[in-house]
């Protein structure tokens, strides 16, 4: 078993400063709603403005002109792993996400920075950032500045920009009837971080985890090529059930999700048979379990694990059958080797089916 190495011995277990980890970090999607809903959170929406929080959409985009929309989103949290460098690839992993699901191409990045300076050497902090560079660099992308600030928990992610033609926009509302839902990555990091963080998590479990969190979803503007492609979101903190959920409210149609096909990460199931499950699991099926169908015959695991937080999680893409074929094989070149058929999208109200 493994806690992940941590910058010095000397130094406290990144986790160990925050509440909180990863995706696991944001408020429950009900308490958001309520919190939103009561804020008068829309303001001004221009014409130019071809998405906003209408629909929980992963990033705002602007129409610049007849071929540019600007594609803009911010995402930080607390430390998921003890490890600097590889929680500021994460972080910066998971911040870019959002563009690429848009069918957007990152342009640059400016960095937040909230971390303990008195618990942390310079070092440590130093090692985050570097590893969101790494991330930025691999990406093709420059962080053209930030901003930091002195904070209890060490806090780290971008605010993420990206270019997309007005064509291209694909948004996780867009689903049609008739669909079928493709799935890029196996689920189970939140299980992963609860095991870690208890220090029952065995190391290959642990290369699994950084491997599929440091993953960029470079796949979302190859997708938005394709006319099959209808819809794409990335499943993180509210889980699978809660971004098929989304896709389900934004197009106005039911979705179902076939429970023995979803991949899940080496060992999940059986680390979430033994407990290992995050606070913000259960919090998310409080706020949205009641428009969830849970089918007989579920694994005890199932609505744990569909609930369960992804940090830097993988793309649900909603397609025509015909194209389905072209949308793995595209998953495949990409190297997401175990993307999957999982479900699909059918006239009905707005929920969301796990059988």
Known sequence: MTAAPTASTLTPRLTSLSHGGGCGCKIAPGVLAQILQSSGAAGV??????????TADDAAVYQLNDSQALVATTDFFMPIVDDPY???RIAATNALSDVYAMGGRPIMALALVAMPVNQLPVDVIAAIIRGGQDVCRAAGIPIAGGHT??????IYGLVAMGLVHPDRVRRNAGARAGDLLVLA?????GVYSAALKKEQLADAHYREMIASTTQLNTPGPLLADLPGVHAITDVTGF????HGLEMARGAGLSVRI???RVPLLPGVAELAAQGFVTGASGRNWAGYGADVALGAGLPATAQALASDPQTSGGLLVACAPDSVDEVLALFAREGFARAAVIGGVEAGPARLELR
Do not use: N, T, Y
């Open 149 to 154: 600030i002195d904070s209890v928990e060490p």
């Open 45 to 54: 929406m221009p014409p130019e403005l071809l998405v906003g929080i209408e």
């Open 258 to 260: 076939d429970w023995a």
């Open 239 to 242: 889980g699978l059930a809660g």
């Open 86 to 88: 590889e929680f500021g």
């Open 185 to 189: 990555k196996p689920l189970g990091v």
